[in-house]
């Protein structure tokens, strides 16, 4: 098995330090990739701090994957050694389960295997994209059209699908009003897809300082909440609110927001539980729902959408050497609006 470059945390909590790893081998349905850019996700933090739970170190984090094919298995069909392509969420499936055959691994009835934090299917551990390459198999990649520049891509393989699933879910177009909650990694993208599909946006945040940003992005509309009117002159105005904020919400307040047969959709999770009115439910016959990630149809989906529509992350290049200082800056919220890290710096992270 060869051996690569890679970050990794060596314990709960440690910072990230130069390492190396060694790759599976490239099996029949296996692309070996190398990795030109990795998107830091604020769920990285949280894996390698140890506050989802128990979890496997070294870790090697990085689940927003954006390279190039070198390597292609003799039984490898959808790709050929130069094509780019990119890695989410998950490299693995059951396969079998109804979700799997609908194109919704992400809810596998066996669990899906992560990108990283996880064991593969053979025995190994998962190693995720702080690294220069990584094996994956061909069913669990994803093609990134030539349009699209790869440091803007490597967000949208987590951000822009967790984004992009639940507008269309809940048919975001043409004369629907969605209100996005929060303006960082995943809110940015929610305006731009909103704006792409026809529909009118409204990006509701705390306070005032980043209305300009959300302009600039495609919002028809701003609105800082924490003005106690806002809710009421808000009332009944949006069909589809969707948070992005890892805060508890007032809920009541929030499904206030929504119009007859509107829906608030959580795809940030807060810290602890929630309460609400059921009133406020029965009040309009509204929906309060959560949605995860997505499949790798709707992902494929959501690449080729954005290749159209020339939407992209809002980056940040950063050397590998900077992985811990930009850590810090995402837990700060110091960053607009989504770090990507050069892998060709990662054999200079320790000059």
């Given at each position: 098995m060869a051996t690569v470059p890679a970050l990794a945390a060596a314990a709960p909590g440690a910072e990230l330090e130069p390492t190396s790893i060694r790759l599976?081998?490239?099996?029949?349905?296996?692309?070996l990739i190398q990795i030109a850019y990795v998107g830091i996700c604020h769920s990285d933090i949280h894996q390698v701090r140890e506050e989802w739970g128990a979890a496997s170190f070294p870790m090697v984090p990085g689940h927003e994957i954006a390279g190039v094919v070198t390597q292609a298995g003799s039984g490898v069909k959808r790709f050929s050694v130069g094509d780019r392509v990119g890695v989410g969420c998950f490299v693995d499936s059951c396969r079998s389960c109804v979700h799997c055959r609908r194109g919704e691994e992400q809810f596998c009835e066996q669990g899906m295997t992560s990108t990283y934090n996880a064991v593969g299917r053979d025995g190994l551990?998962?190693?995720?994209?702080?690294s220069t390459h990584i094996v994956v198999d061909e069913n669990y990649v994803l093609?990134?059209?030539d349009s699209l520049a790869?440091?803007?891509?490597?967000?949208?393989?987590?951000?822009?699908?967790?984004?992009?699933?639940?507008?269309?879910?809940?048919?975001?177009?043409?004369?629907?009003?969605?209100?996005?909650?929060?303006?960082?990694?995943?809110g940015h993208l929610g305006v731009k897809f909103?704006?792409?599909?026809?529909?009118?946006?409204?990006?509701?945040?705390?306070?005032?300082?980043?209305?300009r940003g959300a302009l600039r992005l495609g919002a028809d509309h701003f609105?800082?909440?924490?003005?106690?009117?806002?809710?009421?002159e808000l009332s009944g105005a949006f069909d589809l609110v969707l948070s992005t904020v890892s805060a508890s919400l007032e809920l009541d307040s929030y499904l206030g927001l929504l119009t007859v047969g509107g829906t608030?959709?959580?795809v940030g999770v807060p810290p602890g539980p929630s309460s609400l009115s059921v009133a406020a439910l029965v009040d309009g016959r509204k929906s309060l729902?959560?949605?995860?990630?997505?499949?790798?149809?709707?992902?494929?989906?959501?690449l080729d959408f954005c290749a159209v529509h020339g939407i992209g992350a809002e980056v940040e290049v950063i050397d590998a050497k900077q992985a811990n200082d930009a850590y810090a800056r995402v837990v700060d919220g110091d960053v607009r609006y989504r770090f990507v890290i050069d892998v060709t710096t990662l054999g200079r992270a320790d000059s």
């Open positions: 599976r081998p490239v099996g029949d349905h296996d692309v551990p998962n190693y995720g994209g702080y093609a990134i059209p790869l440091d803007e891509a490597a967000p949208l393989l987590c951000a822009g699908i967790t984004m992009y699933a639940p507008l269309v879910r809940w048919g975001a177009g043409p004369g629907t009003r969605v209100a996005v909650v929060g303006l960082g990694g995943l909103a704006r792409a599909m026809g529909a009118e946006v409204t990006v509701l945040s705390r306070g005032s300082r980043k209305q609105r800082a909440t924490e003005k106690p009117a806002v809710f009421e608030l959709v959580h729902s959560g949605s995860f990630i997505g499949g790798t149809r709707e992902t494929q989906a959501m």
